[in-house]
DNA sequence: ATGTATAACTTGTACGTACAAGTTAAATTT
DNA sequence: AAATTTAACTTGTACGTACAAGTTATACAT
């Protein structure tokens, strides 16, 4: 294995597993050079990486600090959420983790193999201000996760449980947003008149572990809350 | 100036300006390492940001490729306008660029910059197979745009105009996503029925022009075609 | 003619050095 | 005590060298 890749993962594993938290600062390029006898130019190129992948944040004079992941939405993430601390959000599981059966309201194709293995659900309500904004119900196989029925959520987070339990992380995803009329069913649990638009996103999931890829459909209320994304660079 | 930087700016306008065109490759490392009097520590530095900031591809052993920078929908791109290359796709001017005013139907807030300058608008309709697909609304300040009003588009594409132009790169953008029930006049146009849920996408293009900023409306009939994006790494 | 080695290119990794630039805390001066 | 300098850290830029690894066309041998 290439020098730069094993001292990056090396420092991955350390930050999923918690040895480095969030807002922890990373040992200085210079340490890492003594501690495992290599130049800085091998160390930069690592750190360079866990940037990339966005583990990490840099500041020159201070060092390099371990980052919040956010992989919550995919690229996209329900305005009030993050930004609007102040604001009053609550999940709330409408179904835990449970067993479950590979259903067609999961829009993006389900491979083969996952047809095979057990189908593990769970569903949860996004809610600001008491008001429901999102509802979403999650799919994936249960194959490569044992325990996960037993298992709580690390600090609520689905996908920090994934890395912090499971050294699995999203390494991609593909959405599909569609505009709809709400059903009968959502309205209800969204608090909407039947019949009002409401944003349907599906997203597959891809993560570091080729046995595990989760399928996830949200329906938004974006009446007051529109979902949003930016980028920069 | 830092070397790598100019280096870096001295490529992309060559690529913006069509001295080197899409599947070009690029002078290699060494070649830039004595034309410039440079290390190749400072050219790989300048290549890795063009890299990261999609303007090339590199392939070891052969070179680095100008590549297609795709920013037409931010991060959204509509299936079946990039995949589905077989499919009969039509853009159609509903108004071309001309001289307009700023609108409320604008929903991020336009910048009091731009409310001081003139306000230009042009108006397109996406089709797949004859079916209309995306309505685009735009609107931004004429004022660092000079003759845009008589200049035609670069191969339909108003974002390759304002690079090959005017030197103008999309550098960011902010997007708000909203499900409601097409109005009349919208219906009307996409040949929906009136009160069908249609994506609308509201985007803030931010540039490298700290004058222009590009507001866009797009109204999306999601019915046969959803809009999607993904991402990898 | 066809397959094979070679040579000349390309980018990728890794070594080592030096100094610039930003940050911070301790030492020094006022 | 308070302001200022200094020193010791951090990351950033740039130098130069060497070889690994992938690509391709040419020369060579079969």
New interface residues.
Partial sequence: MLKYQAIKEGLKKQIQQGVFKVGDYLPSESDLCTRFSITRTTVRKAMEELL??GYIEKQQGKGSRVRERQTSL???TV?GFSEAVGQNIQTEFLQKPVLSVWTSEILFPVSDHDKTEQCLFFERLRMVDNLPVVLERNWFSGAVLPDFLKTQFVEGSFFKTLSRKYLIEV???????????AENHFAEVMQMESGT????I?IRF?TNNPQLTIYSELY?N??KY????????
Same sequence: chains 1, 2.
């Fill in positions: 990339k992948e995919g690229l996209l305005k390494i991609g995803s593909s959405q599909e947003l569609r505009a709809e009329r638009p409401v944003l349907h599906s891809v938004c974006t009446k529109p979902v949003g994304n930016s980028y920069f660079l």
